[in-house]
């Protein structure tokens, strides 16, 4: 039922919305393939993941996109692949951006523009049954974190101020390729606890009858962002300026309240961790 209600917000809203500017800045090869070429890593819930029933893919992120190529008049076609491989893709031209749970850093804004559409937070988990219940009890131990993800850096400096500079055992950080991954070596007890976005682990919980918890604050707050080839500034502003109107239309708040991320929610878009100009 929401989902009809989001696909019938965008269409009402199609129907007045001028795209002209928005078409005129889409580059000429989208225009003539008539789709966005996008590749993700599903497996990300609830950002974006492969729905089991359904093999399809599903998500904040995945909705978003298709509300956002539903007003340019684009398909979407989507490749799934490793966290690691989406930069790469981006700078060959295999895919037309990047928005995949892709936190904006500053490291990473040396090579790309983001379009920040989203709060973002790492945090520590760990097992519900867990005896930790503050992210310093975890110095001296194993936790795991997604290495090709900026969490690895987040949580090397959390390491090194609050372990490290204490006097305390540092933590053992462990990484793997993929947050499935770590959320494995969880349940099998090779790490006590893991970092990732704590937004997520709510809705990943869930889906795994309540195994998982948070615990302490999140260690930083930061955004996610749509990722674009530096030359593709003009792209990058056609697609800041659709989720405006989305923003406007109610398209934007309906998909946040469908995945149940209100509070993570801009009012605004931004562009690489600033307000827009």
């Known amino acids: 039922m929401r989902s009809a209600i989001i696909a019938g917000i965008a269409l009402a809203s199609l ?16 225009r003539d ?5 996008l590749s ?15 093999n399809t893919f599903k998500g904040l992120d ?27 893709a981006l700078t060959t031209g295999r895919t037309d951006f990047i928005l995949s ?7 990473r804004r040396q090579s790309m523009d983001f379009v920040n559409y989203m709060k973002a937070g790492a945090q520590f988990y760990v097992l519900t049954d867990s005896e930790y219940k503050d992210p310093v009890e975890l110095c001296g131990k ?8 900026s969490y690895l850096k987040i949580l090397e400096k959390w390491n090194a101020d609050n372990c490290v500079a204490a006097g305390r055992a540092p933590i053992e950080i462990i990484g793997s ?56 500034s003009a792209f990058r502003d056609a697609f800041a300026d659709v989720i405006e109107e989305l923003m406007a239309d109610g398209t934007y708040k309906a998909i946040f309240e ?20």
């Open 15 to 30: 129907a007045s919305y001028s795209g002209a500017l928005v078409a005129g800045e889409i580059p000429q090869s989208i």
């Open 33 to 37: 393939a008539g789709k966005l070429t």
């Open 40 to 54: 993700i890593n599903a497996t990300f819930p609830p950002m974006e993941y492969v729905d089991t029933q359904t």
């Open 62 to 88: 995945v909705d978003l996109v298709d509300a956002i190529a539903e007003r340019m008049k684009l398909k979407v076609e989507r490749t799934d692949g490793l966290f690691n491989q989406l930069i790469p």
């Open 101 to 107: 749970g892709m936190i904006d850093n500053e490291e």
């Open 142 to 149: 194993a936790v795991g974190t997604i290495r090709s993800a």
């Open 177 to 232: 390729e993929s947050s499935p991954d770590v959320r494995l070596q969880l349940r099998q007890g090779r790490v006590v606890a893991g970092v990732q976005g704590g937004e997520s682990i709510p809705f990943t919980s869930k889906q795994e009858g309540g195994a998982y918890r948070l615990i302490g604050e999140p260690l930083i707050t930061a955004y996610y962002g749509a990722a674009f080839r530096k030359e593709d």
């Open 258 to 277: 469908k995945w149940e991320l209100t509070s993570h929610a801009l009012p605004h878009v931004m562009i690489n961790s600033e307000p827009r100009q």
